[in-house]
Every structure is written in C-alpha cells, then in structure tokens.
Nanobody, 114 residues
Framework: QVQLVESGGGLVQAGGSLRLSCAAS????????MAWYRQDPGKRRELVAQ??????TYADSVKGRFTISRDNTKNTMYLQMNSLKPEDTAVYYC?????????WGQGTQVTVSS
C-alpha cells in the first residue's frame, strides 16, 4: 500500500503561480509512472502531466505553463503551475502505479480567479 498526500493548492489570481506537492508514504524509487490529474465537477478526470523513466508529457492545455518533477530522495512529486488561468480551476490529484496497482491521493483544490 502507498498513501499519497497532496498539498499546495489554494486560491490564486489569474496569471499567478502555485506549486503542488505529492508526498508518498513509501519510496518512489523504481516507480515508473507518476502523474497529476485534475477534475472539475461534472467533468471527467483528465491527465495534466505525467513523468516516467522516458521523460515527461503534458496536456496541450498546460504545455509551456506547468512543469512536473519528482525528488526520489524525498519521495515527492511536484507540479509547478505558472500563468494560471480560470480554466485551470479543479481538484488536482496525484497518481502513481506500483507493480500494476494504481494509487490516488485525496486531491487538492486549485481555484483561479479572473
């Protein structure tokens, strides 16, 4: 079992920045796939950014504005979000896949005001 705890969400004005963190209860060494998703009420959960051994990928809507990274020494994944827009408002979830089992955090709310 792995527990994931997100932090760093909040209310920010359009154009501002936030940095989300996802702390894992176990070592993330060897975890190939880690990702950030987001979900707005009434909408599907969508992939925002993913980091694997092969590199990083981003949703078109956040390319150039968001950066995903991980620190294996701290068992933590990050999402740096710059130039935030009102349409980025959502609950953000971190995700990892460990030995074929998916794990999700509880989510952190990001609200961007116009």
């Amino acid at each position: 079992q792995v527990q994931l705890v997100e932090s760093g969400g909040g209310l920010v004005q359009a154009g501002g920045s936030l940095r989300l963190s996802c702390a894992a209860s176990r070592s993330i060494l060897g975890i190939n796939v880690m990702a950030w998703y987001r979900q707005d009420p009434g909408k599907r959960r969508e992939l925002v950014a993913q980091i694997t051994n092969g590199g990083t990928t981003y949703a078109d809507s956040v390319k150039g504005r968001f950066t995903i990274s991980r620190d294996n020494t701290k068992n933590t994944m990050y999402l740096q979000m710059n130039s935030l827009k009102p349409e980025d408002t959502a609950v953000y979830y971190c995700y990892l896949n460990r030995w074929g089992s998916p794990y999700w955090g509880q989510g952190t709310q990001v609200t961007v005001s116009s």
